[in-house]
């Protein structure tokens, strides 16, 4: 499967990134482009662009009907660059994800045939409807970029990114993601329900059409990679790395989390900082930036033990007391230093 030119050019160009100023320009068309379909949902609009620029894959997880799909479509088509949309769903086969050999009777040879996942921006729409067998497809993809079919490998365009949405697995036919592939999504956001002002503006926009149908691109694939390449170029400073390892060697070792955040999750935690850093406009990452991502980038991957379950602790109220306690050994320290 080909793509775009925009998302196919591989110059010495794409690999240097813009100045902080151009970053978060760019950064903020994307933004207001989306909210142009997205209505009172700032937050979750900046924390997605954040994941994208961090070359993160994103989860979406809500309810039906609060606009998963909507914003994962938005956010693509924000982007001049190739878009496919898999549907999840029971019978959806790993080969249909990743493509399939076929044998060329004419030419005597067996041929590669593409599946969905060739593509810049690949929208997995209910992922958890389809089957374990068919989720685990994405797992080489999300991780090193290639796909492997019969012995061969072949690349994935650059950029790559995945944007799934998913429903509760309480809800009817759903299958819980495995731990290695919820572990290779940078962050897990939710929608939550709009507020009264931003349903009424959204009843008013759409009487007659969506807004999605008029929404043009912003920014191409080629500049995307610019914005991709200053995001790696933002400073992190050893204290801010010190204080991201903390608190996932915290999760390790919580009494309530039977699975803390892994190595991976660290990384991903840093360079979805240095994302979030550059959104801002800035070229250094915060503590606070940390603090910001630390709950959509680790709530997916914490376990809570069935003691922290029974007494109503979920994973959001075990990192906010993981934050609060780093930063209390932090602070205490500081006093007695000041007071000797």
Do not use: W
């Not at 979406?60 to 088509?77: C, F, Q, R, S």
């Amino acid at each position: 499967m080909s793509a775009s030119t925009d998302g196919q050019t591989d110059t010495a160009q794409d690999t240097v990134g813009f100045d902080v100023t151009e970053a978060h320009r760019l950064a903020s068309d994307i933004i207001r482009n989306v909210e142009s379909v997205i209505d009172g949902k700032h937050a979750v609009v900046r924390t997605a662009l954040t994941v994208l620029l961090a070359e993160g894959h994103l989860l979406i997880e809500d309810v039906p009907g609060v606009g998963k799909t909507m914003l994962a479509k938005a956010l693509a088509k924000s982007i001049h660059a190739t878009v496919s949309r898999i549907q999840f769903t029971p019978d959806l086969l790993p080969s249909d994800v990743t493509g399939i050999s076929v044998y060329n009777q004419a030419e005597r040879r067996f041929e590669f045939k593409p599946g969905a996942v060739f593509a810049n921006i690949v929208i997995g729409d209910e992922i958890n409807r389809a089957s374990p067998k068919t989720q685990s497809a994405l797992l080489e993809c999300m991780e090193e970029r290639q796909v492997t079919v019969d012995g061969s490998t072949y690349p994935l365009a650059s950029p790559f990114t995945v944007i799934a949405t998913q429903n509760p697995i309480e809800m009817e036919g759903t299958y819980a993601l495995p731990e290695a592939q919820r572990d290779r999504f940078m962050a897990r956001i939710s929608m939550g329900y709009p507020d009264e002002s931003a349903e009424l503006s959204m009843l008013a926009a759409r009487n007659v059409s969506t807004p999605l149908a008029d929404l043009e691109p912003v920014v191409s694939a080629s500049a995307l990679q610019r914005m991709m390449a200053s995001v790696r170029d933002v400073y992190v400073s050893p204290a801010v790395k010190e204080y991201a390892v903390r608190i996932l060697r915290a999760t390790r070792d919580h009494p309530d989390l039977r699975l803390g955040g892994s190595p991976r999750a660290t990384l991903q935690l840093v360079r979805a900082a240095k994302g979030y850093a550059l959104v801002a406009g800035r070229d250094f990452v915060l503590p606070d930036d940390i603090d910001e991502l630390a709950h959509a980038v680790l709530g997916h991957r914490l376990m809570p033990t069935s003691r922290a379950l029974g007494h109503h602790q979920h994973t959001d109220d075990l990192i906010r007391d993981i934050l609060d306690g780093i930063l209390d050994e932090t602070v205490v320290p500081q006093s007695h230093a000041s007071g000797a």
